[in-house]
């Protein structure tokens, strides 16, 4: 052998070496690669369940405002009623003292009617 056929299949030797090595690299970024769309599968994923959520969430707040709001329209009408309830106590309550205080003339009219019939 020859030093040229030497030297060439020292070449070739080392020129299947780097190949080999590509073919090593290339696969690790193939791997690599998988990883990244996976990650960014999972980050889509999430993102998306996020927005669900927050979407959720405003639902959520509306319905709470909606209750508020009528809790807050109950509010007032008990208020309403209750004034007009206590109206209605303090006239009772005059109605009461005037029936008594007809009772009492009564019995004394009918104290004196007794009186003169004697």
């Known amino acids: 052998m020859s ?17 080999a090595r590509l073919d ?8 690599h690669d998988v990883r990244i769309d996976a990650l960014y599968s ?5 993102e998306f369940k996020l927005k669900a959520q927050i979407a959720k969430d ?6 709470l405002n909606s209750v508020d709001s009528k809790n807050v ?10 004034v007009k ?21 009564v019995g004394a009219l009918e104290s004196q009617l007794k009186d003169l019939q004697k």
Do not use: G, T, V, Y
């Not at 405003?58 to 319905?63: G, L, M, P, S």
């Open 3 to 19: 030093l040229d056929e030497e030297r060439i299949r020292e070449l070739q030797r080392k020129d299947q070496e780097h190949d």
């Open 73 to 82: 329209e109950q509010d007032s009408e008990l208020k309403r009623q209750r």
């Open 42 to 46: 999972r980050e889509r994923e999430q």
């Open 85 to 105: 309830d206590n109206e209605h106590d303090s006239r009772l309550e005059r109605l009461e003292k005037l029936c008594a205080d007809l009772a009492l003339r």
């Open 58 to 63: 405003a639902e959520h707040d509306f319905r």
């Open 24 to 31: 090593m690299q290339k696969e690790k970024d193939d791997e």
